[in-house]
């Protein structure tokens, strides 16, 4: 769950809504942007479906009592995840081991350090996971012949764009649409440095021009394009009186619609 505060409400945003969100803008991705044809199908559905397995992870969401907040993608405990994980990804390799593949890749990318502080502390038990997680890639690398170098250079490509799409889904999600560039969330103040090639080592900046509209600086898109995402905006009074559960649950989504340019 993507979870965040306002003063009387807590926005909360499925995870695999934020996917599924990812997703299509890597459908909408210029083609000078990805390069290659080359398993480009599968590439796109390793977006669209990287957080497979939060979807039963966020039908029940759980209170943190020290925070006094739902737990959200940032501080949900890394050993109740990987269960889901492992069935996710079991999933998403029978569409497409190659999408499998990148998922898993995305998964591992993150260091033991980022770990603990996106979860609150990476338990010494989850290292068993990784490591078998690792082991699988490799043999899955290789089954899918990327060993070479044309391989190996297509798979980072492939990751460092679902990894561009998950931050700036991440952006969108994350905070209300039109928060202006002085009350950005702090990691996009200056934009996404990421690793993906088209940036020539530069950031791509996005900033809310109105309350609906986000441009991107330099425009990675086929085409300014129209796009929403639903979100649950739960008074914090009904959590307090009812519990976060049914508040949860008796809470319809709103759906936020904006345009990329």
Not at 253 to 258: G, H, L, M, P
Request: aromatic share 8%.
């Amino acid at each position: 769950m993507i979870v965040y505060s306002t003063e009387h409400h807590f926005v909360m945003v499925k995870q695999y809504d934020h996917s599924r969100l990812a997703g299509e803008l890597a459908k909408l991705l210029h083609m000078n942007v990805i390069g290659s044809r080359t398993r480009l199908e599968d590439f796109q559905l390793a977006v669209m479906e990287h957080d497979r397995g939060w979807i039963d992870l966020d039908e029940v969401p759980l209170w943190n009592d020290i925070r006094h907040k739902p737990y959200g993608v940032e501080d949900l405990p890394l050993l109740l995840r990987l269960p889901f994980y492992h069935r996710g990804l079991q999933e998403i390799g029978e569409l497409s081991e190659y999408a499998a593949l990148l998922v898993g890749l995305h998964y591992t990318s993150f260091q033991s350090g980022a770990l603990a502080y996106m979860v609150g502390g990476f338990h010494e038990r989850a290292m068993p996971h990784m490591e078998r997680l690792k082991q699988e890639q490799l043999q899955m690398t290789k089954k899918l012949g990327l060993l070479n170098h044309d391989g190996a250079q297509l798979l980072e490509h492939h990751l460092n764009l679902l990894q561009l799409c998950d931050e700036l889904s991440l952006y969108l999600c994350a905070q209300d649409p039109g928060t202006s560039k002085n009350k950005e969330l702090l990691p996009y103040k200056e934009g996404f440095h990421l690793k993906s090639s088209f940036l020539d080592g530069s950031a791509l900046v996005p900033e809310w021009i109105s309350p609906d509209q986000l441009q991107l600086t330099p425009f990675p898109l086929q085409k300014q394009q129209t796009l929403s995402y639903p979100a649950k905006i739960i008074a914090k009074t009904r959590i307090h009186e009812i519990g976060l559960v049914p508040a949860y649950t008796e809470t319809a989504a709103t759906v936020r619609t904006f345009t990329i340019c």
